[in-house]
């Protein structure tokens, strides 16, 4: 039982280069998130998704695309890279729709724009 | 709008002693709150989690303490120890709709030898 894959574990980008970061979960979860992590900012929400076919923004969606085909798959995309998007990034899941279940994360994408 | 406050920021604690983190949150919607822990180049795993129906959840040497009318919740850790070392979130949500977790900004606790 793998759990939340995210790949890949570290990356380097250039302004203004695009890229995916991967997110899959063998669980059978519905819903799936996206959480940046930045020194002294905590875990703030990215997109999510609450079953196929259906994503929302969170509390920091712009320059971030995420589409959800399959229950398994929830890529994010970064369209046009930033420093200001140098971050860790975490994909989680859960069973449930609503808050009122743990979240089971990844164990994170490192990601440095230049 | 910062829905979960959480403090101190960092903490550092003798082997043996109580590290205590303390969480306040606005929403009063709020009706699930987990507690977070993390390693250095880990994801975070859930360690414990509380509902406002309860005053005090405890597992192991882990326990939350929940006041509801002032909207604050605590994660006391007993007999601290070195592996105990790891950066620790709050969160809350409310159960019901397309809720999400809303996290605090962490404390990194120190466990010293």
């Known amino acids: 039982n793998a759990g939340v894959t995210q790949t890949p574990k570290f990356q380097v980008l250039k302004t203004g280069q695009s890229m995916t970061l991967q997110c899959a979960q063998d669980m059978n979860h519905e819903y799936m998130s996206w959480y940046r992590q930045d020194p002294g900012m905590g875990l703030r929400l990215i997109h999510y998704?609450?079953?196929?076919?259906?994503?929302d923004q969170g509390e920091v969606p712009n320059g971030y695309n995420v589409s959800r085909s399959t229950t398994e798959d929830f890529p994010l995309r970064l369209l046009s890279a930033a420093p200001s998007q140098t971050s860790v990034y975490f994909c989680?899941?859960?069973?449930?729709?609503?808050?009122?279940?743990?979240?089971?994360f990844g164990s994170g994408t490192r990601l440095t724009v230049v | 709008q910062q829905q979960v406050k959480q403090s101190p920021q960092s903490l550092i604690v003798q082997k043996g002693g109580i590290s205590i983190i303390n969480c306040a949150y606005e929403n009063t919607a709020f009706d699930y709150f987990p507690w977070y822990q993390q390693f250095p180049g880990k994801g975070p795993a859930l360690l414990i989690a509380i509902r406002p129906d309860v005053s005090e959840k405890k597992e192991g040497r882990f326990t939350i303490s929940f006041n509801k009318s002032a909207k604050q919740f605590s994660l006391h850790i007993m007999d601290s120890q070195p592996g105990d070392s790891a950066t620790y979130f709050c969160a809350g949500a409310t159960n019901s709709g397309y809720s999400t977790l809303t996290f605090g900004k962490g404390t990194m606790l120190l466990v010293s030898p």
């Open positions: 989680a899941s859960s069973p449930i729709v609503g808050g009122g279940y743990g979240y089971t």
């Open positions: 998704s609450v079953g196929a076919g259906i994503t």
